[in-house]
């Protein structure tokens, strides 16, 4: 029986599947077989420095966070752990620095610093050679398709979590919630002396609240100007006395709260209630908090470095932070039955990505338009 040119056609195409596949198949184990002795190979000199000097947020449950499971999953490689602000660990780099010193292999913290002072003074070392792990470098396991970058080279501030930011806390004796659908509800004259922000020339919750209204098409200096001028804000730099003096009704409305001690203060039964950015027509931005890592140049450990790095970003490390800090974890396959759905990202979301270079670069100038208003 003869076959029919057809059926020879479909034999010849399975054919060359099958060996297309198999070929392709082998070329990604070897590949695994390459990561994976690159990756023993890195353990072998990384144990061989013994250890790793990270700088993190300060506050015990990130520290914890940042490196007991690291310290559990590598034996003879010690976490030297410093926690303090970024704001506070740049003059120090800078003085090690200038005395010939380089102590530090990593960076985890708020982007701020990270992208107006270390990155301009020529301090990191770039992200990507320093992957290994498969699952690290898997697009498919990182929301939005792959990894996320602060700095617009995309080379040097990788982004592990983001959420969304709430703006707005209320006292609900005194605030309904069906009176704030937008931003603009904030202007009504009977709000007038009774709101109470966050200093919002300090970078942070109120200085970013402040970049989100400046930048935002339905807003901008237009609505600054007029809650600023018209609405005789209260400012204060003190994250509890803001929530405070709302929960005491001296003020009914905060602005730019810190919401970790927001949610303290509403599991305690105190009267505070956070408007969620859904509520407002105008939405919200995403918040990166301490949740991006960088690596340091000149690094006294740099195997150890890129140990720390790769087990960071990895599902233990992601699942790690997320649990010990209360944020979501840009990973898809990091548990989120822990956090408040409303501010976790959406997908198809049109977002204000705060944390990127060019948002963070424009805080001066918000500050500069802000600082005028506030001395009117």
Request: proline residues 6%.
């Amino acid at each position: 029986m003869v076959a029919s040119p057809r059926s020879l056609a479909g034999f010849l195409w399975l054919v060359a599947f099958f060996i297309s596949f198999s070929h392709a198949h082998a070329q990604l184990s070897k590949a695994n077989t390459g990561r994976a002795a690159e990756w023993n190979q890195l353990l072998k000199a990384a144990r061989e420095e013994g250890k790793v000097v990270v700088l993190g947020p300060p506050g015990a449950p990130d520290r914890k966070a940042l490196t007991e499971g690291f310290q559990k999953s590598f034996p003879g490689i010690e976490v030297e752990y410093t926690g303090s602000s970024g704001f506070q660990i740049v003059p120090r780099l800078q003085a090690e620095r200038r005395a010939g010193r380089y102590l530090a292999d990593v960076h985890v913290g708020n982007p701020g610093s990270i992208l107006t002072s270390m990155l301009p003074a020529g301090m990191l070392d770039p992200v990507r050679p320093a992957l290994v792990l498969p699952e690290v470098l898997d697009p498919s396991k990182w929301w939005e398709g792959g990894l996320e970058y602060a700095d617009q080279a995309g080379k040097y501030n990788v982004v592990f979590s983001t959420d969304v930011r709430t703006h707005v806390v209320a006292n609900p004796k005194l605030v309904k919630k069906e009176e704030m659908r937008s931003y603009w509800n904030l202007l009504d004259s009977k709000w007038a002396a009774k709101i109470v922000m966050k200093d919002p020339l300090v970078r942070g919750p109120g200085g970013g609240t402040a970049l989100f209204w400046y930048i935002h098409p339905a807003l901008g200096k237009e609505f600054i100007r007029r809650f600023f001028t018209e609405q005789r804000v209260a400012v204060s730099n003190n994250d509890r006395q803001i929530l405070e003096w709302v929960a005491q009704d001296r003020y009914a409305i905060g602005v730019g709260h810190s919401t970790n001690i927001a949610t303290d203060f509403m599991r305690k039964g105190l009267s505070i209630e956070e408007l969620r950015s859904d509520l407002f027509k105008e939405g919200s931005n995403l918040n990166a908090g301490f949740g991006t890592v960088t690596l340091i140049n000149r690094a006294p450990h740099p195997n150890a470095a890129k140990v720390y790095l790769n087990w960071l970003l990895s599902k233990e490390g992601q699942t790690d932070w997320s649990l010990g800090s209360g944020y979501p974890s840009r990973r898809l396959d990091v548990p989120r039955d822990h956090l408040d759905p409303l501010k976790l990202p959406k997908d198809g979301v049109a977002y204000q990505k705060q944390y990127k270079e060019e948002y963070t670069r424009l805080q001066d100038e918000v500050n500069e338009f802000v600082g005028k208003l506030l001395k009117k």
